[in-house]
C-alpha cells in the first residue's frame, strides 16, 4: 500500500506527550487543544450511562454451547452487531496469561527513554511505527496519545525495520498475539456471518489473504482533559477490530450512539469488538461501522492494544447479492480493498467521512 510521499507532508513539530508529561506537567500546546465543538464535556467523560450496557457475547456458548446456547447467542450478536456496532467477548479461550504479557511488553515499550522509541519512527503519511498517525498539516489538531503499530499479516506488510529489539520479548508476544486474535477474528466472523442467514464461511470467501495490524495506544495523564482527545472521532476501515484495554486503565473509550458519546466500561479479560467500514459495505448498512474516540484522563494513565482485522489488498468489495434488492437499492459502490485502505491512511480522522469514498449517494450530514 502506497504511502503518501513523505516530502509534500508539511505536518509542523508534533510534540511527544509523554515528554510534555514530564517536563511541563500543566502546559497544553496549541496544537492539541480543541475547537469547542469538539471538546469533551463533564457529561462525556462520566464513568457510567444508562446507555453504557455495552451487549456481552460469551464466545464459549458459541465455541461449545448446545444447540440451544449458540441459536441464543447468535442472536445476542446479531442484535449487538446491528444494534450497537460495538461488544464484548468473554470467554474468549486466549490465554489470560497471553494477555497480560502484552499489556506488561506493550507497557515496558512506551516506558522507555525517547531516543530509543524514535528508532522506529512513524514517517508522515504511514501508519507503522512510533508516534502520531493521520497527521497531514501543521494546523491539524494532535491527539493525546502515542502509538506503536505494525503490520502483521500477509508477511509482506511488515517493516522489519520497525520491529523492536527492545523489550527482548515484545516482538515474539505480539506474534503469539496476533495469532490467537486472528484466530478468534476468523470465528467471529463465521458466527457474524450465520446470525445473518449466510454460510459461514461467506466472509472468508470474500476476504481472501486477510490483512492484520495491531497498534499499541498510550495515552499519559493530561492536566486538563476537558480541552483535548485522546483519539479523534472515527469510524474503523477493518472489518473487525479488537481491543484490549489495559487492567487499572480508566475508562476512555466513547462510542456515539442516539448522538450521546456513551464510555464503554470494560470488563476484566474481555475484550471489546466492533465493526468496521468493511462490513458496513458488505452488508450494505445492516451492519454500520460506529464512530468512537478516547478521552483523557487528568491523573491516571491509560494503554490499550487494538488489532485491525481486514480483507486482502488485492480483492474488491462492495454489498454482497444478499442485502440488496427493489426495495434495498445499493448503497455503496464496488472498489479495490487496497484503494480503500490507502485512500484511508492518508486522511485525518473525521467521523465517517472516509466512508464517503465508497458511497453512492454521499448522505448530506448537514
Same mark, same amino acid.
Given at each position: 500500500?502506497?504511502?503518501?510521499?513523505?516530502?509534500?507532508?508539511?505536518?509542523?513539530?508534533?510534540?511527544?506527550?509523554?515528554?510534555?508529561?514530564?517536563?511541563?506537567?500543566?502546559?497544553?500546546?496549541?496544537?492539541?487543544?480543541?475547537?469547542?465543538?469538539?471538546?469533551?464535556?463533564?457529561?462525556?467523560?462520566?464513568?457510567?450511562?444508562?446507555?453504557?450496557?455495552?451487549?456481552?457475547?460469551?464466545?464459549?456458548?458459541?465455541?461449545?454451547?448446545?444447540?440451544?446456547?449458540?441459536?441464543?447467542?447468535?442472536?445476542?450478536?446479531?442484535?449487538?452487531?446491528?444494534?450497537?456496532?460495538?461488544?464484548? &467477548?468473554? #470467554?474468549?479461550?486466549?490465554?489470560?496469561?497471553?494477555?497480560?504479557?502484552?499489556?506488561?511488553?506493550?507497557?515496558?515499550?512506551?516506558?522507555?527513554?525517547?531516543?530509543?522509541?524514535?528508532?522506529?519512527?512513524?514517517?508522515?503519511?504511514?501508519?507503522? @511505527?512510533?508516534?502520531?498517525?493521520?497527521?497531514?498539516?501543521?494546523?491539524?489538531?494532535?491527539?493525546?496519545?502515542?502509538?506503536?503499530?505494525?503490520?502483521?499479516?500477509?508477511?509482506?506488510?511488515? #517493516?522489519?525495520?520497525?520491529?523492536?529489539?527492545?523489550?527482548?520479548?515484545?516482538?515474539?508476544?505480539?506474534?503469539?498475539?496476533?495469532? @490467537?486474535?486472528?484466530?478468534?477474528?476468523?470465528?467471529?466472523?463465521?458466527?457474524?456471518?450465520? @446470525?445473518?442467514?449466510?454460510?459461514?464461511?461467506?466472509?472468508?470467501?470474500?476476504?481472501?489473504?486477510?490483512?492484520?495490524?495491531?497498534?499499541?495506544?498510550?495515552?499519559?495523564?493530561?492536566?486538563?482533559?476537558?480541552?483535548?482527545?485522546?483519539?479523534?472521532?472515527?469510524?474503523?476501515?477493518?472489518?473487525?477490530?479488537?481491543?484490549?484495554?489495559?487492567?487499572?486503565?480508566?475508562?476512555?473509550?466513547?462510542?456515539?450512539?442516539?448522538?450521546?458519546?456513551?464510555?464503554?466500561?470494560?470488563?476484566?479479560?474481555?475484550?471489546?469488538?466492533?465493526?468496521?467500514?468493511? =462490513?458496513?459495505?458488505?452488508?450494505?448498512?445492516?451492519?454500520?461501522?460506529?464512530?468512537?474516540?478516547?478521552?483523557?484522563?487528568?491523573?491516571?494513565?491509560?494503554?490499550?492494544? &487494538?488489532?485491525?482485522?481486514?480483507?486482502?489488498?488485492?480483492?474488491? =468489495? @462492495?454489498?454482497?447479492?444478499?442485502?440488496?434488492?427493489?426495495?434495498?437499492?445499493?448503497?455503496?459502490?464496488?472498489?479495490?480493498?487496497?484503494?480503500?485502505?490507502?485512500?484511508?491512511?492518508? #486522511?485525518?480522522?473525521?467521523?465517517?467521512?472516509?466512508?464517503?469514498?465508497?458511497?453512492?449517494?454521499?448522505? #448530506?450530514?448537514?
Amino acid at each position: 500500500m502506497a504511502p503518501v510521499p513523505i516530502s509534500t507532508l508539511n505536518v509542523g513539530h508534533i510534540d511527544d506527550v509523554q515528554e510534555l508529561r514530564k517536563t511541563k506537567p500543566k502546559t497544553i500546546p496549541q496544537r492539541f487543544v480543541r475547537d469547542m465543538t469538539e471538546r469533551p464535556t463533564l457529561d462525556d467523560t462520566a464513568l457510567s450511562s444508562p446507555q453504557s450496557d455495552l451487549p456481552v457475547i460469551d464466545f464459549s456458548k458459541l465455541s461449545k454451547g448446545n444447540k440451544e446456547e449458540v441459536l441464543s447467542e447468535l442472536c445476542k450478536l446479531a442484535i449487538a452487531c446491528e444494534e450497537w456496532g460495538f461488544f464484548q &467477548v468473554i #470467554n474468549h479461550e486466549i490465554d489470560l496469561n497471553l494477555l497480560e504479557s502484552i499489556e506488561n511488553m506493550s507497557r515496558e515499550f512506551f516506558m522507555q527513554p525517547l531516543e530509543e522509541k524514535q528508532k522506529y519512527p512513524m514517517a508522515p503519511g504511514t501508519v507503522q @511505527g512510533y508516534g502520531q498517525a493521520f497527521v497531514f498539516s501543521e494546523d491539524q489538531k494532535l491527539d493525546w496519545c502515542n502509538m506503536f503499530a505494525l503490520g502483521i499479516e500477509p508477511h509482506y506488510v511488515r #517493516n522489519p525495520n520497525l520491529w523492536p529489539k527492545k523489550p527482548a520479548r515484545l516482538s515474539e508476544t505480539i506474534e503469539e498475539y496476533s495469532e @490467537g486474535i486472528r484466530k478468534l477474528c476468523q470465528y467471529l466472523l463465521e458466527y457474524i456471518a450465520l @446470525g445473518l442467514g449466510l454460510k459461514g464461511d461467506a466472509f472468508e470467501k470474500v476476504f481472501g489473504a486477510a490483512v492484520q495490524a495491531i497498534r499499541m495506544n498510550y495515552y499519559p495523564p493530561c492536566s486538563r482533559p476537558d480541552l483535548v482527545l485522546g483519539l479523534s472521532p472515527h469510524s474503523d476501515g477493518s472489518a473487525l477490530t479488537v481491543l484490549q484495554q489495559a487492567k487499572g486503565s480508566p475508562v476512555g473509550l466513547q462510542i456515539l450512539k442516539n448522538s450521546t458519546w456513551v464510555p464503554v466500561q470494560p470488563i476484566p479479560n474481555a475484550l471489546v469488538i466492533n465493526i468496521g467500514d468493511t =462490513l458496513e459495505v458488505l452488508t450494505n448498512g445492516k451492519y454500520r461501522s460506529v464512530e468512537h474516540r478516547a478521552v483523557a484522563h487528568e491523573e491516571q494513565d491509560r494503554l490499550s492494544i &487494538v488489532t485491525f482485522y481486514a480483507p486482502s489488498y488485492e480483492v474488491e =468489495l @462492495g454489498p454482497m447479492q444478499e442485502f440488496f434488492d427493489e426495495n434495498h437499492p445499493c448503497k455503496y459502490r464496488r472498489y479495490n480493498h487496497g484503494e480503500y485502505s490507502k485512500h484511508y491512511v492518508t #486522511n485525518k480522522l473525521q467521523g465517517k467521512k472516509t466512508l464517503d469514498f465508497a458511497k453512492i449517494q454521499v448522505e #448530506n450530514t448537514n
